[in-house]
Protein backbone atom coordinates (compact mmCIF):
# COMPACT_ATOMS: atom_id res chain seq x y z
CA UNK A 1 0.00 0.00 0.00
CA UNK A 2 1.04 3.60 -0.67
CA UNK A 3 0.06 7.26 0.36
CA UNK A 4 1.87 7.83 -3.87
CA UNK A 5 -1.31 8.61 -5.55
CA UNK A 6 0.27 7.53 -8.71
CA UNK A 7 0.09 8.43 -12.77
CA UNK A 8 0.55 6.72 -15.64
CA UNK A 9 4.13 7.20 -16.49
CA UNK A 10 7.43 8.37 -15.61
CA UNK A 11 10.37 10.24 -18.06
CA UNK A 12 13.57 7.89 -17.90
CA UNK A 13 16.51 9.00 -19.55
CA UNK A 14 14.44 10.05 -22.56
CA UNK A 15 11.84 7.47 -23.07
CA UNK A 16 8.59 7.71 -21.42
CA UNK A 17 7.89 4.44 -19.52
CA UNK A 18 4.75 2.71 -17.55
CA UNK A 19 5.11 4.21 -13.87
CA UNK A 20 5.61 0.74 -12.16
CA UNK A 21 8.75 0.05 -15.02
CA UNK A 22 10.87 3.05 -13.81
CA UNK A 23 12.68 1.04 -11.70
CA UNK A 24 16.54 0.83 -10.40
CA UNK A 25 18.99 -1.61 -9.45
CA UNK A 26 19.38 -2.12 -5.44
CA UNK A 27 22.94 -1.26 -5.86
CA UNK A 28 22.74 2.03 -7.59
CA UNK A 29 25.47 4.55 -5.91
CA UNK A 30 23.17 7.30 -5.21
CA UNK A 31 20.94 5.13 -2.83
CA UNK A 32 23.97 4.16 -0.95
CA UNK A 33 25.31 7.17 -0.85
CA UNK A 34 22.76 9.88 -1.41
CA UNK A 35 24.90 10.69 -5.10
CA UNK A 36 21.70 12.40 -6.71
CA UNK A 37 20.16 16.08 -7.14
CA UNK A 38 16.27 17.52 -7.42
CA UNK A 39 14.05 19.52 -8.24
CA UNK A 40 10.31 19.71 -6.88
CA UNK A 41 8.02 21.77 -9.52
CA UNK A 42 4.42 22.38 -9.68
CA UNK A 43 2.13 22.82 -12.39
CA UNK A 44 -0.97 24.47 -12.17
CA UNK A 45 -4.30 24.26 -13.61
CA UNK A 46 -4.59 28.23 -15.49
CA UNK A 47 -7.26 29.56 -17.80
CA UNK A 48 -5.31 28.41 -20.82
CA UNK A 49 -4.84 24.85 -19.74
CA UNK A 50 -1.97 23.66 -17.37
CA UNK A 51 1.42 25.73 -17.02
CA UNK A 52 4.54 24.33 -14.93
CA UNK A 53 5.68 27.61 -12.81
CA UNK A 54 9.24 28.75 -13.30
CA UNK A 55 10.24 25.44 -14.91
CA UNK A 56 13.63 27.25 -16.00
CA UNK A 57 14.51 28.28 -13.16
CA UNK A 58 14.23 25.12 -11.80
CA UNK A 59 15.85 23.27 -14.21
CA UNK A 60 18.19 25.79 -14.11
CA UNK A 61 19.07 25.38 -10.58
CA UNK A 62 18.95 21.20 -11.29
CA UNK A 63 22.15 21.85 -13.42
CA UNK A 64 24.12 23.98 -11.10
CA UNK A 65 23.43 21.48 -8.76
CA UNK A 66 24.89 18.75 -10.76
CA UNK A 67 27.79 21.03 -11.82
CA UNK A 68 28.52 21.64 -7.81
CA UNK A 69 28.58 17.62 -7.27
CA UNK A 70 31.13 16.91 -10.44
CA UNK A 71 27.77 15.02 -11.65
CA UNK A 72 27.73 14.80 -15.59
CA UNK A 73 23.77 15.71 -16.84
CA UNK A 74 23.14 14.28 -19.99
CA UNK A 75 20.07 16.30 -20.74
CA UNK A 76 20.31 20.19 -21.19
CA UNK A 77 17.82 22.52 -19.97
CA UNK A 78 16.09 22.60 -22.83
CA UNK A 79 15.29 18.88 -23.24
CA UNK A 80 13.86 18.48 -19.98
CA UNK A 81 11.51 21.44 -20.44
CA UNK A 82 10.25 19.53 -23.06
CA UNK A 83 10.27 16.36 -21.30
CA UNK A 84 8.23 17.83 -19.11
CA UNK A 85 5.70 19.56 -20.65
CA UNK A 86 5.30 15.72 -22.64
CA UNK A 87 5.13 14.04 -19.75
CA UNK A 88 2.18 16.52 -17.50
CA UNK A 89 0.60 16.09 -21.10
CA UNK A 90 0.58 11.90 -21.07
CA UNK A 91 -0.40 12.20 -17.46
CA UNK A 92 -3.54 14.12 -18.22
CA UNK A 93 -2.81 16.43 -15.36
CA UNK A 94 -4.54 19.61 -14.95
CA UNK A 95 -2.25 20.03 -11.82
CA UNK A 96 0.47 18.50 -10.38
CA UNK A 97 3.68 18.25 -8.51
CA UNK A 98 6.94 17.58 -10.59
CA UNK A 99 9.97 15.83 -9.51
CA UNK A 100 12.91 16.41 -11.42
CA UNK A 101 16.08 13.45 -10.47
CA UNK A 102 19.05 13.24 -11.40
CA UNK A 103 21.65 10.03 -9.17
CA UNK A 104 24.34 8.23 -10.04
CA UNK A 105 23.47 4.65 -11.12
CA UNK A 106 24.46 1.44 -11.00
CA UNK A 107 27.89 0.90 -11.73
CA UNK A 108 30.48 1.20 -9.04
CA UNK A 109 30.36 1.25 -5.60
CA UNK A 110 32.54 2.83 -2.96
CA UNK A 111 33.23 6.60 -2.59
CA UNK A 112 34.81 6.85 -6.02
CA UNK A 113 32.06 8.24 -8.23
CA UNK A 114 33.35 8.74 -11.52
CA UNK A 115 32.77 5.30 -12.41
CA UNK A 116 28.53 5.52 -12.02
CA UNK A 117 26.52 6.79 -14.78
CA UNK A 118 23.95 9.31 -14.63
CA UNK A 119 20.46 8.84 -14.34
CA UNK A 120 17.60 11.13 -15.41
CA UNK A 121 14.15 11.21 -14.75
CA UNK A 122 11.31 13.22 -14.34
CA UNK A 123 7.69 12.11 -12.15
CA UNK A 124 4.54 13.85 -12.13
CA UNK A 125 1.97 13.09 -9.24
CA UNK A 126 -1.30 14.75 -8.23
CA UNK A 127 -0.07 15.96 -4.43
CA UNK A 128 -1.85 18.00 -2.12
CA UNK A 129 0.40 20.79 -0.09
CA UNK A 130 2.85 19.34 1.71
CA UNK A 131 1.91 21.15 4.94
CA UNK A 132 -1.92 21.50 7.03
CA UNK A 133 -4.39 24.07 5.45
CA UNK A 134 -2.82 27.03 6.63
CA UNK A 135 -6.02 29.39 7.66
CA UNK A 136 -5.13 29.61 10.96
CA UNK A 137 -1.07 29.38 10.36
CA UNK A 138 1.17 26.12 11.40
CA UNK A 139 2.96 25.54 14.28
CA UNK A 140 6.69 25.08 14.80
CA UNK A 141 9.21 23.84 16.52
CA UNK A 142 13.11 24.99 17.04
CA UNK A 143 14.74 21.54 16.23
CA UNK A 144 17.83 20.28 18.11
CA UNK A 145 19.41 19.24 15.00
CA UNK A 146 21.14 22.41 12.98
CA UNK A 147 21.61 23.39 9.54
CA UNK A 148 24.49 21.38 7.99
CA UNK A 149 27.54 23.68 7.81
CA UNK A 150 27.60 25.03 4.51
CA UNK A 151 31.25 23.68 4.19
CA UNK A 152 30.31 19.89 5.18
CA UNK A 153 28.03 19.91 2.56
CA UNK A 154 27.02 23.45 -0.30
CA UNK A 155 23.93 24.64 0.77
CA UNK A 156 23.04 25.95 -2.72
CA UNK A 157 23.42 22.47 -4.25
CA UNK A 158 19.81 20.82 -3.90
CA UNK A 159 20.98 17.80 -3.45
CA UNK A 160 19.75 13.86 -2.04
CA UNK A 161 21.99 13.00 0.44
CA UNK A 162 21.85 16.16 2.57
CA UNK A 163 17.93 15.83 2.89
CA UNK A 164 18.80 13.57 5.88
CA UNK A 165 18.99 16.83 8.16
CA UNK A 166 15.49 17.66 7.13
CA UNK A 167 14.24 14.68 7.72
CA UNK A 168 15.02 14.31 10.84
CA UNK A 169 14.30 17.58 12.18
CA UNK A 170 10.82 17.23 10.88
CA UNK A 171 10.33 14.14 12.55
CA UNK A 172 11.40 15.25 15.79
CA UNK A 173 9.06 18.51 15.23
CA UNK A 174 6.19 16.04 13.92
CA UNK A 175 6.31 13.37 16.87
CA UNK A 176 6.48 16.46 19.25
CA UNK A 177 2.91 17.05 18.17
CA UNK A 178 3.86 20.59 16.09
CA UNK A 179 4.14 21.23 12.26
CA UNK A 180 7.37 22.15 11.00
CA UNK A 181 10.67 22.59 12.56
CA UNK A 182 13.07 25.53 11.88
CA UNK A 183 16.67 25.13 11.66
CA UNK A 184 19.25 27.20 12.95
CA UNK A 185 22.83 27.64 11.69
CA UNK A 186 26.20 26.35 13.57
CA UNK A 187 26.28 30.29 14.47
CA UNK A 188 22.53 30.13 16.23
CA UNK A 189 21.59 32.65 12.93
CA UNK A 190 18.08 31.24 11.82
CA UNK A 191 18.29 29.08 8.35
CA UNK A 192 15.20 27.57 7.01
CA UNK A 193 12.77 25.29 7.32
CA UNK A 194 13.01 21.68 6.94
CA UNK A 195 11.32 22.59 3.24
CA UNK A 196 10.35 26.05 3.33
CA UNK A 197 12.19 29.45 3.43
CA UNK A 198 10.94 31.83 6.37
CA UNK A 199 10.05 35.37 6.49
CA UNK A 200 9.38 37.74 9.40
CA UNK A 201 7.43 40.90 9.30
CA UNK A 202 8.14 43.92 11.58
CA UNK A 203 6.78 46.91 11.38
CA UNK A 204 5.67 47.06 7.61
CA UNK A 205 9.53 45.36 6.55
CA UNK A 206 9.71 41.91 5.17
CA UNK A 207 12.83 39.73 6.83
CA UNK A 208 14.42 36.74 5.10
CA UNK A 209 17.59 34.71 5.83
CA UNK A 210 20.50 35.10 3.34
CA UNK A 211 21.84 31.48 1.61
CA UNK A 212 24.30 32.28 3.40
CA UNK A 213 22.71 31.68 6.50
CA UNK A 214 22.85 27.88 4.93
CA UNK A 215 18.98 28.27 3.71
CA UNK A 216 18.60 27.12 -0.48
CA UNK A 217 18.14 30.33 -2.84
CA UNK A 218 14.27 29.37 -3.11
CA UNK A 219 12.66 30.08 -6.39
CA UNK A 220 9.39 30.65 -4.24
CA UNK A 221 11.46 32.65 -1.91
CA UNK A 222 12.48 34.83 -4.89
CA UNK A 223 9.26 35.15 -6.59
CA UNK A 224 7.60 36.11 -2.96
CA UNK A 225 10.23 39.03 -2.87
CA UNK A 226 9.54 40.20 -6.11
CA UNK A 227 5.80 40.27 -5.73
CA UNK A 228 6.58 42.15 -2.34
CA UNK A 229 8.46 44.79 -3.82
CA UNK A 230 5.51 44.89 -6.05
CA UNK A 231 3.32 45.44 -3.77
CA UNK A 232 5.53 48.45 -2.41
CA UNK A 233 6.35 46.54 0.73
CA UNK A 234 9.74 46.85 2.38
CA UNK A 235 12.19 44.36 1.68
CA UNK A 236 15.27 42.91 3.25
CA UNK A 237 17.44 40.02 3.20
CA UNK A 238 19.53 39.82 6.10
CA UNK A 239 20.29 37.61 9.23
CA UNK A 240 17.86 36.68 11.51
CA UNK A 241 17.80 35.31 15.17
CA UNK A 242 15.19 33.28 16.89
CA UNK A 243 14.08 36.07 19.05
CA UNK A 244 13.15 38.28 15.70
CA UNK A 245 10.64 35.61 15.04
CA UNK A 246 9.07 35.91 17.98
CA UNK A 247 8.71 39.63 18.27
CA UNK A 248 7.53 39.58 14.53
CA UNK A 249 3.68 40.78 13.96
CA UNK A 250 3.93 37.91 11.05
CA UNK A 251 5.61 35.04 10.23
CA UNK A 252 5.10 32.89 7.28
CA UNK A 253 7.16 29.90 5.04
CA UNK A 254 7.00 29.26 1.34
CA UNK A 255 8.50 26.49 -0.75
CA UNK A 256 7.34 24.43 -3.84
CA UNK A 257 5.57 21.53 -2.14
CA UNK A 258 3.67 24.11 0.23
CA UNK A 259 3.09 27.41 -1.05
CA UNK A 260 2.70 30.46 0.99
CA UNK A 261 2.03 29.38 4.96
CA UNK A 262 1.28 31.43 7.34
CA UNK A 263 3.08 30.19 10.86
CA UNK A 264 0.78 30.82 13.96
CA UNK A 265 3.37 29.92 16.86
CA UNK A 266 7.19 29.46 17.26
CA UNK A 267 8.08 27.13 20.18
CA UNK A 268 4.84 27.48 21.93
CA UNK A 269 5.34 31.47 21.60
CA UNK A 270 1.52 33.19 19.57
CA UNK A 271 2.21 35.78 17.01
CA UNK A 272 -0.33 38.40 16.88
CA UNK A 273 -1.78 37.75 13.32
CA UNK A 274 -1.75 34.26 11.27
CA UNK A 275 -2.04 35.14 8.48
CA UNK A 276 -1.29 38.81 9.08
CA UNK A 277 -1.90 41.52 6.31
CA UNK A 278 1.19 41.55 4.41
CA UNK A 279 1.09 37.35 4.66
CA UNK A 280 -2.31 37.62 3.18
CA UNK A 281 -1.96 39.50 0.21
CA UNK A 282 1.23 37.74 -0.55
CA UNK A 283 -0.12 34.21 -0.44
CA UNK A 284 -3.21 36.24 -2.67
CA UNK A 285 -0.56 37.52 -5.19
CA UNK A 286 1.58 34.44 -5.37
CA UNK A 287 -2.10 32.07 -6.28
CA UNK A 288 -3.17 34.99 -8.75
CA UNK A 289 0.86 34.54 -10.39
CA UNK A 290 0.80 30.64 -10.46
CA UNK A 291 -2.79 30.73 -12.01
CA UNK A 292 -1.88 32.70 -14.75
CA UNK A 293 -4.92 35.01 -13.19
CA UNK A 294 -1.94 38.26 -13.01
CA UNK A 295 -0.52 38.78 -16.41
CA UNK A 296 2.40 40.37 -15.25
CA UNK A 297 3.51 37.18 -14.20
CA UNK A 298 3.01 35.27 -17.21
CA UNK A 299 6.57 35.07 -18.04
CA UNK A 300 6.63 32.35 -15.40
CA UNK A 301 4.29 30.21 -16.94
CA UNK A 302 5.48 27.25 -19.17
CA UNK A 303 2.19 26.13 -20.86
CA UNK A 304 1.74 22.67 -21.51
CA UNK A 305 -0.86 23.66 -24.03
Not at 152 to 158: I, M, S
Not at 221 to 240: C, F, M
Request: proline share 5%; aromatic share 8%.
Amino acid sequence: MTDLPEASTIWLDGALVPWHAATTHVLTHGLHYGTGVLEGTRAFATADGPAVFRLPEHLRRLERSARMLRMELPYGVADLAAATVDLVRANGHRSCYLRHFAFLGYGAMGLDMRSSPTTTAIASWEWHAQLPDAQGGIRLKTSSWRRTDPNAVPPAAKATGPYLNSVLARREATDAGYDEALLLGADGAVSECTGENVFVVRDGVLRTPPASAGALEGITQDTVLTLARDLGAAVRVESLLRSDLYAADEVFVCGTAAGVVAVRSLDDRELPAAPGPLTARLRAAYEAAVTGADGRYRHWLTYVG
